[in-house]
């Protein structure tokens, strides 16, 4: 009778991958991919998801980085692995750029034995090496275990796709495929949480009980972090005057003037032959957009939305408004302060009638914005848990960080239910709340119990792909 592996006695290298060697975790997003070591407190490698591409007739070139896809390159475009729902739309390009993130700061590519890659042999010429039987003798995570993060609506070929690349391309002794919203709610010390994470391309609401997810009330809207650069683009486009919107790689140089003023700068030109594709500038703008909303977008804090009247009879929007502006200055020496419309580009993450909206960016539906979410979400729970999880809502992702975000939040689940305590749990340290689930699955991939629940190679030689379903719930 076969005995059952004690949690006391750590698993053989060859089973799960020891005791001894370190994890990998591999946590992708759409704006970003987070890598790094289990057990450390930080993901050391923290790579964009753009990449850059140049094309010339059939040849296609691709750059990854933050130095590549910054620098105005001829002809570069700018592209994104990742579809607007946060799963991979282009497998082979996610693969380099997750073997990308991993060995540019983590591994190193592995070296082959130097007698036998064909670089020492004797020649009468330069000849080409064959470099596919090199490439056969290098899989870039031979040593390390890999636990990589997926989305709670992740298909079944997405995850199979994952451990096939992790196994038969970076050779990985075990790997494990956990979701983000468990291992946000675990960052937090929480078996139990109603996990809202507020990303670039997303919101996503997942109810975890108990260490489980609860499928049915996940819910997603696209109303994140990419929707308030839409609604600043509109707000600075019918601005009076419009407020020019022009990145860093365009301008020479600038003269200061004064606030409102007219900008009095000198633009870098290119010839059209070799000018950046449209989105590379379009990424650019993007950088610009992100400081904006760091240091001066703000949400309305409550009690009430924008939109509505306070108690003393005015709009909250004229309450805004009296209050002290905020100044920004745009790289080309442009400045102003901005007042009450600073708190109008994220209102629409709240209520759908405050969003600003043309014919390229509709106005986004009453079923989208957070608090609709919230309901859907628990009105497909069990009504005994919808407490527990209320009085333990974990807010992630980069683009909770808007200043007043938590306060307002905390407004709009006290007027949804008023019965049951509502406690929020929002770690004020930024990189914890950027990198909640990535600190959720180092946590778990350095707990010498979960050394049991790897699927290691041999497992998946004899079940292939399809185990990660049977395994991984």
Known sequence: ???????????????????????????????????????????????????????????????????????????????????????????????????????????????????????????????????????????????????????????????????????????CPAFWLARNGILAAFA????????????????????VHDGLLLKKGIMRSPLAGNFISDQLRLLFSTSTPPIPLTPHYLITSKTPVDAGAPVSAIYRSFAAATAPQLSFRR?????????????????????????????HGSTNEALAASQPGRPFEFPDGYNQLFGAERYRAAEGLFDAKMALSDALNPAPQVGQTLPALIQSSLSQVDVDVRPHLLSNVVVTGGSSLLYGFTDRLNHELMALYPGPRVRITAPGNTVERRFASWIGGSILASLGTFHQMWISKKEYDEHGPGIVEKRCK
């Open 283 to 311: 990424l650019q703008e993007e950088r610009v957009l992100t400081e904006f909303k760091e240091s001066v977008v703000q949400v309305w804090p409550g009690p009430g939305r924008l939109g509505s009247h306070s108690a």
């Open 1 to 171: 009778m076969a005995a059952a592996q004690s949690s006391s006695i750590p698993p053989s290298n060859q089973e799960y991958g020891g005791d001894e060697i370190s994890a990998l975790v591999l946590d992708p997003g759409y704006s970003c991919v987070r890598a790094g070591f289990a057990g450390e407190d930080v993901p050391k490698s923290v790579t964009p998801s753009y990449y850059g591409v140049q094309s010339s007739g059939s040849d296609r070139k691709c750059f990854f980085g933050d130095q590549s896809i910054h620098t105005p390159l001829p002809n570069i475009s700018i592209e994104n692995p990742m579809s607007k729902d946060g799963t991979v739309e282009d497998w082979d390009t996610a693969t380099n750029l997750w073997e990308y993130a991993i060995t540019s700061r983590l591994t190193n590519a592995k070296p082959g034995n130097p007698m036998t890659n064909g670089l020492n042999d004797k020649t009468n010429g330069d000849t080409d090496v064959d470099m596919e039987s090199v490439e056969e003798q290098e899989k870039p995570l031979e040593e390390n275990p890999l636990l990589m993060t997926e989305t709670g609506w992740n298909s079944g070929k997405g995850r199979e796709k994952g451990i096939e690349i992790a196994m038969e391309n970076w050779g």
């Open 188 to 207: 937090t010390g929480k078996p139990s949480a109603l996990v809202i994470d507020i990303g670039a391309s997303n919101i996503s609401i997942t109810p």
